[in-house]
T-cell receptor, first 108, second 114 residues
Framework: GQNIDQPTEMTATEGAIVQINCTYQ??????LFWYQQHAGEAPTFLSY????GLEEKGRFSSFLSRSKGYSYLLLKELQMKDSASYLC?????????FGAGTQVVVTP | DTAVSQTPKYLVTQMGNDKSIKCEQN?????MYWYKQDSKKFLKIMFS???????INETVPNRFSPKSPDKAHLNLHINSLELGDSAVYFC?????????????FGPGTRLLVL
């Protein structure tokens, strides 16, 4: 987790957009996963980026810049159920290294 | 339901005891993992098995011993439990190992050592 950096917490209102940034060490890098984890539950897969650029999946999009060691997860049209921790994970050397997660709090 | 399942969900025990956590997946995957999520929420890989063979063994005390009787099961036995072992332990599985393999997580086992 020490090689992955993401903000600890972000707060936004329902209907808004939030962007969660993640930086990682580029050595041995393969790809970048995003997982969502609701309190007391298992992490669930959201996206995997290997190539540079933006990948859109409904209200959630994920972006990768390999040269900059940077990714972001974009959550659009926020809903209350999106309140959760979002984990960035670097797929390097055949295993996942997770960040500490960004706690997103959605307010009415 | 196709899923990764773990038992027990909660485990409260005294220091020095020995305990086991079980994991089963019916997704037909050939690779299984154990992760530890501590109070700071870092999810850290402990072990990984592919087709019952150990492929990842991170710096974990040898009080922790994984066992994979078959591809669908990966159990974790912990000897002489310590206070610092208190955490949530997640099992996960994937089809194949290495690059870009999406891992699917079980619900977690919340271990509290008193």
């Amino acid at each position: 987790g020490q090689n992955i950096d993401q903000p600890t917490e972000m707060t936004a209102t329902e209907g808004a957009i939030v962007q969660i940034n993640c930086t990682y060490q580029t050595s041995g890098f393969n790809g970048l996963f995003w997982y969502q984890q609701h309190a007391g539950e298992a992490p669930t897969f959201l996206s995997y980026n290997v190539l540079d650029g933006l990948e859109e999946k409904g209200r959630f999009s994920s972006f990768l810049s390999r040269s900059k060691g940077y990714s972001y997860l974009l959550l659009k049209e926020l809903q209350m159920k999106d309140s959760a921790s979002y984990l960035c994970a670097d797929d390097s050397w055949g295993k996942l290294q997770f960040g500490a997660g960004t706690q997103v709090v959605v307010t009415p | 339901d196709t899923a990764v399942s773990q038992t027990p969900k909660y485990l409260v025990t005294q220091m020095g005891n020995d305990k086991s956590i079980k994991c089963e997946q019916n997704l037909g995957h050939d690779t299984m993992y154990w992760y530890k999520q501590d109070s700071k929420k870092f999810l850290k890989i402990m072990f990984s098995y592919n087709n019952k063979e150990l492929i990842i063994n991170e710096t974990v005390p040898n009080r922790f011993s994984p066992k994979s009787p078959d591809k669908a099961h990966l159990n974790l036995h912990i000897n002489s439990l310590e206070l610092g072992d208190s955490a949530v332990y997640f099992c996960a599985s994937s089809q194949g190992q290495g690059k870009g393999k999406t891992q699917y997580f079980g619900p977690g086992t919340r271990l509290l050592v008193l």
